[in-house]
């Protein structure tokens, strides 16, 4: 079988890969969980096979990244079908900063444990990224993936697709043209972390023509609340409607607090209530406005901000999302 990955130095070097292949699987699913049960995936096999099997593979990381990439691709293929009966829209799951639960007072992670603490922060996990890596299809985003964000070599990725490497690289041709195609100019670093925390306090003051000058004029708002939370079927189009909206959500969800937090490795906003993360919502700012917010609702994909527990200095309390 080929194998994709770094070589090891014999069978116990399996242990260590645990990290890598949690990165590798949550840019491939957009879903902790189903990054976590992948990744489970691959080791029940690993251990699966005969003692001496496992002795005859020199490279267990090799190895495991290409069965957890497979299990990755096989995973989907049958997403699509799942997310079609998903009620709303669907959103990658967001990640949060270790550092600044710290900041909050939470516990944090025991021994780094929880998966979500596992994966690197960087462009390749933004909101934005993840949401154009689910136009692809599964094949383009294997390929896309493993070439252009971890560096792996075609012909490695070969063995994964069970296509030819010539075909490996033009599946990553294509979706690279998606994301160059979706891809805006942005805003400064320093932009964009005071565009959101100016969004807070007009949010907090339902100042809509403060909120409206925030915006872009065809700035959208997509929420996922998975039929689990309450949440708008349908994204919601123009700066305009959406900061109405934001302000009548305000008006039905007395008692909230709005945070400023990292989502996904770029400022956003977190509300939540008596201590539980109620929606976490991430930006995408262009030319100093907000050009997109994604606001994920359904309580199975905020389990990583659980720990974002107790009161933190972030700010009065106010108004957010119901």
Known sequence: MGTVGRAG????????????????????????????????????????????????????????????????????????????????????????????????????????????????????????????????????????????????????????????????????????????????????????ADVPRRVKEAWEAKDIAALVGLLDPAAVLTADGGGLAGAVLRPVEGGARIARYLVAMADRAPGLELLERSVNGVPGLVARRAGVVMTVAAFDVSGGRVTRIWAVRNPEKLRPWAREGRPGPAGPRAAGSS
């Open 9 to 192: 130095t014999g069978a116990d070097g399996a242990v260590g890969e645990r990290r890598q292949l949690i990165n590798v699987a949550y840019r491939l699913l957009g879903s902790v969980t189903e990054a976590e049960d992948a990744v489970q995936d691959a080791y029940g096999r690993w251990y699966g096979l005969p003692r001496s099997r496992r002795a005859e593979i020199r490279s267990p990381g090799a190895w495991l990244t290409t069965t957890t990439s497979r299990i990755c691709l096989d995973l989907l293929g049958s997403a699509r079908a799942r997310r079609e009966r998903y009620v709303g829209a669907w959103l990658p799951e967001p990640l949060p900063d270790r550092a600044e639960w710290g900041r909050a007072g939470g516990p944090g992670p025991v021994g780094g444990t929880d998966p979500a603490d596992q994966i690197v922060l960087d462009e390749s996990v933004a909101m934005a990224f993840l949401v154009v890596l689910e136009t692809m299809t599964p094949a383009e985003r294997v390929a896309f993936v493993l070439h252009d964000v971890f560096r792996y070599p075609f012909a490695e990725i070969a063995g994964v697709l069970g296509r030819t490497p010539a075909a490996c690289k033009q599946l990553a041709a294509s979706a690279r043209r998606r994301v160059g195609d979706a891809r805006a100019p942005v805003s400064s670093a320093t932009g964009r």
